[in-house]
């Protein structure tokens, strides 16, 4: 970055005031977006980065994300799954909660919120499993949202937090990757399998105690276990969910309403590490 910025300081000099547009796209791989503050640069090189930006140098010169869920063949390409996923008999004396399938989609969001504002990247798994503690109600807190309406809400309102949020329009894609993932029972598998394999590796990083992030870790196979067992039925309520509530707040965002949780707040709840 300083030698990008070196560059510009030298083209304005040598050039007697001529505007000269900065390239940005050279160095690139070594600029930490994370980490850059715009009040730092000089109003033409702040000029010149927001230009980049805007006309896509910038975009371009960063190599773009794909999620698994958008590739081709992508259930017969999936993870291969534990092979010790039990049946969920095995793990509850009761039955399980009535509105199961709508916990899931509030962990659901968390997953792809996580990954979609990560651009991908795990290898800070602690950064990852944070991310998604914040945004799940239901493993961050205990939450037990009696609909998937009512999980997306909260999902939603607790992205609007500022060490969270990215724009109306991210918080909407997700939704959309949401409903993509659930026209396959064998993606919600995958999904609720991967975010599991992150809290795992996660928790021997994670400070001690360890209690509650075990309980999460036993929760989440739980929820695997789940899954795998009623695939179709639990994909098929998590979407019909999704979808019915993208298309509200698609309706609201158009029509200039601010809709993103600020309807029903979900409030927390104490952490229950023993039901489902």
Request: proline residues 5%.
């Amino acid at each position: 970055m300083m030698e990008i910025l070196k560059r510009e300081n030298e083209i304005q000099e040598g050039q007697d005031g001529e505007d000269e547009e900065l390239d940005l796209t050279v160095g690139l791989d070594q600029l930490d977006l994370n980490t850059l503050n715009l009040e730092d640069l000089t109003p033409a090189q702040r000029r010149d980065f927001e230009r980049a930006v805007v006309d896509g140098r910038l975009g371009n010169a960063i190599q773009a994300w794909v999620p698994w869920w958008e590739a081709r063949d992508v259930v017969q390409e999936g993870m291969v799954l534990p092979d010790d996923i039990p049946s969920v008999a095995s793990l509850t004396q009761g039955p399980v909660h009535p509105a199961l399938g709508a916990h899931a989609a509030d962990v659901l969001f968390a997953y792809v919120y996580t990954l979609r504002r990560h651009n991908g990247e795990q290898d800070d798994v602690t950064s990852v499993v944070d991310m998604s503690l914040q945004l799940s109600g239901v493993l961050g807190a205990g939450d037990r949202p009696e609909s998937v309406r009512v999980a997306l809400l909260g999902c939603l309102e607790r992205a609007r937090d500022p060490g969270l949020f990215n724009s109306t329009d991210f918080s909407l894609g997700v939704l959309h990757d949401m409903s993509k993932i659930c026209t396959d029972g064998a993606l919600l598998v995958r999904a609720l399998a991967e975010l599991h394999t992150q809290h795992a590796t996660a928790l021997p990083l994670s400070p001690k105690p360890r209690n509650t992030r075990r309980a999460i870790l036993k929760k989440l196979w739980f929820f695997l276990a789940w899954a795998k067992e009623c695939n179709k039925e639990a994909a098929t309520e998590i979407k019909a969910g999704v979808t019915k509530e993208l298309s509200k707040q698609e309706e609201a965002f158009k029509g200039g309403e601010i809709r993103m949780g600020a309807q029903m707040s979900v409030p927390p709840r104490k952490m229950n590490t023993t039901s489902f």
